[in-house]
């Protein structure tokens, strides 16, 4: 069996006001699936470089991207990180 490495962008808030992400990409280091009541979630473990470190179902794992009728721009902000 071949296995493949993963990765979803890091959900992760830097500041206090929720406007800037990490963004890094965070490795997925185990998947399963949660019972529910609305029937089966797949879910994942998933750790980024920074040492974030989240479980929950991929859909609220995964950043969402902006779409057009959003306010500001699709680009992502450039992370600064202390040397």
């Known amino acids: ?3 493949q490495t993963t990765f979803l962008d890091c959900p992760a808030y830097l500041d206090d006001r929720g406007m800037m992400r990490c963004g890094l990409p965070a ?3 185990n998947r ?5 009541t609305n029937g089966p979630l797949e879910c994942a473990t998933i ?3 920074d040492g974030h470190f989240f479980n929950g179902p991929i859909e609220f794992l ?3 991207t902006p ?4 306010a500001g ?3 992502r902000p450039e992370v600064t990180r202390p040397a």
């Open 67 to 70: 779409t057009s009728d959003c």
């Open 1 to 3: 069996m071949e296995s």
């Open 47 to 49: 750790r980024c470089p």
């Open 62 to 64: 995964s950043m969402r």
């Open 32 to 36: 399963f699936i949660m019972r529910s």
């Open 73 to 75: 721009s699709a680009k």
């Open 27 to 29: 490795e997925v280091q």
